[in-house]
């Protein structure tokens, strides 16, 4: 090509890409800068997902329900009023009535008792205690058991939420002063002088051999962010030897083993934009739906792996599971606080350190319940849900106001739980119907009931406890259930409410 040909061509391309680029901010204009996204978290995240591709499930809870800028639980305004109760989005059992926690605190004292009433290092730890309803209907049952209350160290809150930080703060310390500390936050309980300490995520607290933990999750697991896979037949894409596969920045080329089996495939359910909305501007289409990704991701390669539960569905094409390693990762490290590591840490060295240190423990003890919506033993499926005024909406709909969540499964936290350590044992789920009827709901509901004169409270009491216990209808006796996790011993005592008599 001589020099004015060059030229000529030069000026071609540029005026060509020029044009392109003018009619490409022209639709960008018409479709991000003009449009009335539902709310400033969703143009966040129509353009996270302009620039990277569709992003996992996963991603986009994370986003929506903690993101700093306009995540559900963490800018909400009035913190716990906007979220629980009446005025709220959703009724949690702890805020129906006082005396869910006042049968978990009495759980907690007999299994206290069972282990042989520890006089000291005894802590109290809740992850995401919304408005601390739980852990001060709990606290108040505490204060009838005093070698208990003595034997309390410290009172360890994991929240996301700043403001639901606040609100825990005012109800469990009142007038006491809060502080910042390298962890977090700091203040001390209303009821005994034990500090409250609060962090943001449970990796933060450490792990001290000689305490007993006794660990409460309500509604927590929920919230949890998921994957979705499906499993799809095999196809001429898989009998080739290098496969794409997607990553945040761009695709790359994955050589595959020479002699890959031609078997199923998982693919992530992936969150992208909906170009109806976003492109064609027509009115009441989702800004955002779900896309099955069209090759495997990071994460459809890795984490169905980590279960022989999911490895068994694989094989079937159609299969779709939900899979929360988050949760995973809490419930491993709730009972390793219980049991101890199964595995030594590992030394800077890379070496497995003795076993006596940091982690390993040498006798396990304290407890876990967990309490939750989510399946007895199947894998969860096509359970994510957006919850809005007590109603159910669609789960994408208007990031950061909707409330979104999925079914926890029990069995894959038991799974981990065992698996991140050989010190503990894992009872249930039962439901929750059961648990409270074996902790004695009817006969504390009655002791209230007699003190109670005026028949609109009589009345609050009474659809209350139905509300708990009932196994139809709008009960949660049967959607809710509870898991413990205890300190291993053969099987051969079992916790109260989950077969076990109260000790005496
Ligand atoms: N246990 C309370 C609140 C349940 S709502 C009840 O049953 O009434 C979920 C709680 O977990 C909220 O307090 C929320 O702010 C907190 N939360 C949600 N995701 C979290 C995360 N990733 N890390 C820490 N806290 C979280």
New binding site residues.
Partial sequence: MNCSTQRIVGQFLRQTAQRRFKIRSRRWKSTFETREWSTPLARTLANVIKTTGPVPIAAFMRQV??SPEGGY?TTKPEGGEEV?GKKGDFV????ISQVFGELVGIWTIAEWMAQGGKKSGVQLME?????G??MDDMLRTFRNFKPFTSSLEAIYL????PT?REVQKQLLCGNAVMEETDIGHRSTSKYFNVPVIWV??IRLLPHEEDKTPFIFA???FD??PIHAFESVPPSPENEQQEQEIMTPTGGTKLQRPPKAANTPQWRELMVTLNPKAVDENIKDEPEFKLTLAKASTPSSLVIPEISERYRALKSQPGSTIEVSPESRIYASDIARRIGGSSQPPRTAAGRNAPASSAMAKRIPSGAALIMDYGTMSTVPINSLRGIQNHKIVPALSSPGLVDVSADVDFTSLAEAALEASEGVEVHGPVEQGHFLQAMGIAERMQQLLSTVKDEEKRKILETGWQRLVERGGGGMGKLYKVMTIIPENGGRRRPVGFGGGVPV
């Avoid at 994991?158 to 939420?161: F, H, N």
Wanted: aromatic share 12%; no cysteine; glycine share 8%.
């Fill in positions: 329900l903690t639980y629980f949690t059992s702890p805020e992850i995401g205690p919304g408005k309803t739980l994991v929240e996301a939420s639901l943001e995520d309500h509604e927590f919230a949890l």
